[in-house]
């Protein structure tokens, strides 16, 4: 098999090349199991299941249609991203195609944003998970110590090494992917044979009673798009891994293409299941609807394990967050785009100043489950999502940018190809731009709005300022260069392509 290149970045003093054909330090630890599970458990997270419940109230059944839409555009932005993988899989990801088809300010302002999108993330996670702990403590344990508790416990096993991370992010998925699974089957239990104290009520005529599909409008439907794609957010986190996978030429696409049935079973089937078990005005904003479907059931217990099962997404997430944060820290300042200090790796390949950077800032976190308990995931939800869909903004025009070089002959091939690219990057652009104006009639998410300007700002005059000490620095002055590729890329490519010498 032939092995994956990676791209060479310069390396601080003392720093070694760790792991099977990986030029950037990190151990390629990640295997095919765990890789199928990151990516299974970065499309299931908090935003189905406790975000679901307020878009349930505002959409009511018609939330399914939302989920299968936005989950169709969240496949085409993979399987772009697919493509760029296959070009040239590096830990950097989104950052370093941005630096690469668009230019060093916009992997700056890529690589930062993204960064911030993770600690913004873990903040809401561990917020989530605070609050799923009061289902069994009753307030009787303060909602800002478990915060703290879980910050602290997910720090310590990131600065393990990557295999821990992978394992933790295995079992975390492989409880969520059981539990919907199981609700499922309990649900379709109870529509055909009728057990349980719902059976008297539950039909699947609940998805069109009660108002209709779209008891609210389709406007109402429309409003809920923010939370829907919140409820997305992190599956491009395998493209992250990529310079940890072990076998990146193979896992990568393997994981991307399982997302169509990721998003039909555990958003779509999910949630066709439940509104058809308990009418859809029973769900109450703040409240995950998985586990008042099984109060309404009357089956405390299954309540209470459907707790325990969010409470570990929650968790799941924000261990994502921890990875990612030292990842895209690295990756700038490797770069010349962020502190030195940020390089180093530990012995078992992680980058121990940049996780602790970002764990230290999410502690933030902590405090706002203090000062105000009640209000502290709406807080963070908009700013997550709006900072998130830079990622996926930055995927989709790099793909453009690459497929029309690659076409023209001026790069190799990719041999995992966008179906339908350039139009569906096109179409999944223009439906990020509707779910942004979305955000700014709501009154509830327009505040991410007022500080995504602040932060292109921060971003443009730190840049200038970094730039004007180091004019001449490779960091701010964009190198045309073709990457390394994968050996299958290169024999897809033009002869010409393929044979001619990167320039340095």
Known sequence: MTSVQVEQHGKTPGEGTRGEGDGEGYHRALGARQIQMIAIGGA???????????????????????????????????????????????SGSFSDYAREFLGPFWGYATGWTYWLFWVVTGITEVTAAAKYMSYWTDDSFPQWAYALIFTVILYGANLISVKLFGELEFWFSMVKVTAIVGMILICAGILTIGFSDAAATASVSNLWNDGGFFPKGIGGTLMTLQIVMFAFLAVELVGVTAGESKDPEKTLPKAINTVPWRIAVFY?????????????????????????????????????????????????????????????????????????????????????????????????????????????????????????MWAWIMILVCQIKYRAKADRGELPRSPFRAPGAPWTSWFSLLFIGMVIVMMGVDKDSRVSLYCAPLWGLLLGVSYLVLKSRNPQGAAFNKVSRPAPVTASAASAASSESAESTPSS
């Open 44 to 90: 299931i997270g908090t935003g189905l299941f406790l975000g679901a419940g307020k878009a349930i109230s505002k959409a009511g059944p018609s939330l399914i249609l939302a989920y299968a839409i936005a989950g169709l555009v969240i496949f085409f932005i993979m399987r772009a991203l697919g493509e760029l993988l296959m070009y040239r899989p590096v």
């Open 268 to 388: 779509v089937g999910a949630l066709v299941m439940i509104l058809s078990v308990v009418p859809w005005t029973h769900f109450q904003p703040g409240v995950s609807p998985f586990v008042a479907a099984f109060e309404r059931m009357g089956l405390g217990v299954g309540a209470a394990i459907v707790n325990f099962v969010v409470l570990t997404a929650a968790l799941s997430s924000c261990n994502s967050g921890m990875y990612s944060t030292g990842r895209m820290l690295r990756d700038l300042a490797l770069n010349g785009q962020g502190p030195k200090m940020f390089t180093r790796l530990t012995k078992s390949g992680t980058p121990l100043i940049g996780t602790t950077f970002s764990a230290a800032l999410m502690l933030v976190g902590v405090w706002i489950n203090y000062v105000a308990p009640g209000k502290a995931f709406d807080y963070v939800v908009s700013f997550a999502t709006i900072s998130g």
